[in-house]
Nanobody, 122 residues
Framework: QVQLVESGGGLVQTGDSLRLSCAASGRTFSTMAWFRQAPGKEREFVAGISWTAGITRYGDSGKGRFTISRDNARNTVYLRMSSLKPEDTAVYYC?????????????????WGQGTQVTVSS
């Protein structure tokens, strides 16, 4: 059974940093990514990483502030977020697919975690 389990969310203040983790079990994925969804908004691509292609890709919201990384030995992907803003408040989801391209649309991902809440207070 394939599972993606996120952790690391919480309540932080503006300017703080936070690291999210997503542990995959059941299989190894070439590509893993983070999306987020704020209330009343569509799910948004944050960052993705392809082990096979050796590339990372970022959405506009995280460029320069967020860093995605991967520990293949642990089958875990991380999202390091710094200089957090109130507009970063959302549920953050881990996603994965077996292809090698870092897709930026949610429909291209086959597996999803349950999400972890990140709240940034002003």
């Amino acid at each position: 059974q394939v599972q993606l389990v996120e952790s690391g969310g919480g309540l932080v203040q503006t300017g703080d940093s936070l690291r999210l983790s997503c542990a995959a079990s059941g299989r190894t994925f070439s590509t893993m990514a983070w999306f987020r969804q704020a209330p009343g908004k569509e799910r948004e691509f944050v960052a993705g990483i392809s082990w096979t292609a050796g590339i990372t890709r970022y959405g506009d919201s995280g460029k320069g502030r967020f860093t995605i990384s991967r520990d293949n030995a642990r089958n875990t992907v991380y999202l390091r977020m710094s200089s957090l803003k109130p507009e970063d408040t959302a549920v953050y989801y881990c996603a994965a697919h077996t292809g090698v391209v870092v897709q930026t649309t949610s429909r291209d991902y086959d597996y999803w975690g349950q999400g972890t809440q990140v709240t940034v207070s002003s």
